[in-house]
T-cell receptor, first 115, second 112 residues
Framework: EAQVTQNPRYLITVTGKKLTVTCSQN?????MSWYRQDPGLGLRQIYY???????DKGDVPEGYKVSRKEKRNFPLILESPSPNQTSLYFC??????????????FGQGTRLTVV | SQKIEQNSEALNIQEGKTATLTCNYT??????LQWYRQDPGRGPVFLLL?????KEKRKERLKVTFDTTLKQSLFHITASQPADSATYLC???????????FGRGTSLIVHP
């Protein structure tokens, strides 16, 4: 089954404790992205990647890191989480060559709470 | 700055009626515009795409229009059902990254 898998689904952590949220897709998509979703603010892009070893900042990259060492994986790293990073996070992927026709495929979300 | 606007107020309609949602944008020259459905706590699901050179696109009970002069897209659900209740997001991409930028979404509530 074609899917984007995020782990963990839920995470409660303490301020300053480094964490990684994993994202993996099995569709051989070139493009991957991370969003955060907050009430009243909608989906905001954190980072995106157009292919292996190619990443770029989205609208709200501060406090986050990403890497794209393999095509299928795009982990989101919070080196020193703070309470304002409490949010619902989504990973998405989409294929090149279809010019957006198939849309972006989203993971099931990771609800992160930083206390 | 670039902005995508969707009505923040929920749209309440009766079952069987046509729901119409609006997406307006400024300072964009989108190559295409997409519509997604999102249920609470879940990831958005892609519904439809319309390109800059297309005026209208249909898929089953869904219809999307795109007016690049008005900088607006309308999303219609005909013969709406309670199962259509969800938040609907529009998303734009200028054709560069193929990772779209999203509006905040409009909640649709269809009453039986």
């Amino acid at each position: 089954e074609a899917q984007v898998t995020q782990n963990p689904r839920y995470l409660i952590t303490v301020t300053g404790k480094k964490l990684t949220v994993t994202c993996s897709q099995n569709m051989n998509h070139e493009y991957m992205s991370w969003y955060r979703q907050d009430p009243g603010l909608g989906l905001r892009q954190i980072y995106y990647s157009m292919n292996v070893e190619v990443t770029d900042k989205g609208d709200v990259p501060e406090g986050y890191k990403v890497s794209r060492k393999e095509k299928r994986n795009f982990p989101l790293i919070l080196e020193s989480p703070s309470p304002n990073q409490t949010s619902l996070y989504f990973c998405a992927s989409s294929p090149m060559g279809t010019r957006g026709r198939l849309g972006a495929f989203f993971g099931q979300g990771t609800r992160l709470t930083v206390v | 700055s670039q902005k995508i606007e969707q009505n923040s107020e929920a749209l309440n309609i009766q079952e069987g009626k046509t729901a119409t949602l609006t997406c307006n944008y400024t300072n964009y020259s989108p190559a295409y515009l997409q519509w997604y459905r999102q249920d609470p706590g879940r990831g958005p699901v892609f519904l439809l795409l319309i390109r800059e050179n297309e005026k209208e696109k249909r898929k089953e009970r869904l219809k999307v229009t795109f007016d690049t002069t008005l900088k607006q897209s309308l999303f219609h659900i005909t013969a709406s059902q309670p199962a259509d209740s969800a938040t609907y997001l529009c998303a734009l991409d200028s054709g560069g990254s193929y990772i779209p930028t999203f509006g905040r979404g409009t909640s649709l509530i269809v009453h039986p």
